[in-house]
C-alpha cells in the first residue's frame, strides 16, 4: 500500500492538467488538437497532439519459423520499409477482430491460433496511438484484397534473419523491431502470448 502511495505521490508531481482543449485539424485519419495545459509547478504551457484511433500489429509465423512480411512505400519518408502486417481499428471494431481483418485484406492469410502479445506506445510525444500486437499462427493463404489505394508485396523469410535486418538497420520500422524482439523471445520459449482464439 505504501508503495502504490509512494508512486501516487511521484506521479502527481510530473502530471500535466488540461485546460482547454482545441481541435486543429480533423483528418479522415487522425486529428490534431492544441492543448493548454497546467505544469506540475503551476504555471501554463500548449501541447499539440495527434489523436489516433488505434492500430494492430500481426506478427504472423509458420511452423517453419518463418515470417510473413510486407514491403510498402511509406509517403512520408519516400522509401519503401520492411514491416508486419498492420493496421488502424475501425470505429466500435474489436481489436482481434481488426487483427484478422488486416491480416487477411494485406496478405490473404488467416489464422486459427491467435495470441495477445502486447500493447506499445510508439509516439508518445505526439500522439496517443496505441498498437496492440497479436502472434498468428495456423495460417492459411487465400487472396489479399487490399484498400484501394494501398499496394503491397509480401513474402516469407526466416525469423534469424529478420532478426539481423533489425540489427543492421534494414528494418527500422518501430513496429516490426518490436515485434521481432517479442517473436524471438516467445520462439525460443522464454516468453509466452495470451491464447485469445
Not at 501541447?47 to 489516433?52: A, L, M, S
Not at 481488426?98 to 488467416?110: I, K, N, P, V
Not at 533489425?166 to 518490436?178: A, C, F, L, N, P
Request: charge should be negative; aromatic fraction near 12%.
Amino acid at each position: 500500500m505504501k508503495e502504490k502511495e509512494a508512486e501516487d505521490s511521484r506521479d502527481s508531481a510530473l502530471t500535466e492538467t488540461m485546460l482547454e482543449s482545441k481541435l486543429v485539424y480533423e483528418g479522415g485519419f487522425f486529428d490534431v488538437y492544441k492543448d493548454r495545459i497546467r505544469l506540475p509547478d503551476g504555471s501554463e504551457a500548449t501541447r499539440e497532439y495527434i489523436r489516433h484511433p488505434g492500430a494492430v500489429v500481426i506478427l504472423p509465423l509458420f511452423e517453419d519459423k518463418t515470417v510473413l512480411m510486407e514491403r510498402q512505400f511509406r509517403y512520408p519518408l519516400h522509401r519503401v520499409f520492411i514491416e508486419f502486417p498492420a493496421g488502424k481499428i475501425d470505429r466500435g471494431e474489436d481489436r482481434l477482430a481488426s487483427a484478422m481483418r488486416e491480416l487477411e485484406e494485406e496478405t490473404g492469410y488467416t489464422a486459427s491460433d491467435w495470441r495477445y502479445v502486447t500493447t506499445i506506445h510508439n509516439a508518445i510525444g505526439y500522439s496517443d496511438e496505441q498498437l496492440f500486437v497479436y502472434l498468428a499462427q495456423g495460417l492459411k493463404a487465400g487472396t489479399a484484397h487490399c484498400d484501394e489505394e494501398e499496394f503491397i508485396q509480401t513474402y516469407r523469410m526466416p525469423l534469424d534473419e529478420l532478426m539481423q535486418w533489425v540489427k543492421e538497420g534494414k528494418v527500422s520500422d518501430v513496429k516490426t523491431v518490436i515485434g521481432t524482439f517479442w517473436l524471438e523471445k516467445i520462439v525460443s520459449g522464454q516468453w509466452d502470448a495470451e491464447k485469445v482464439l
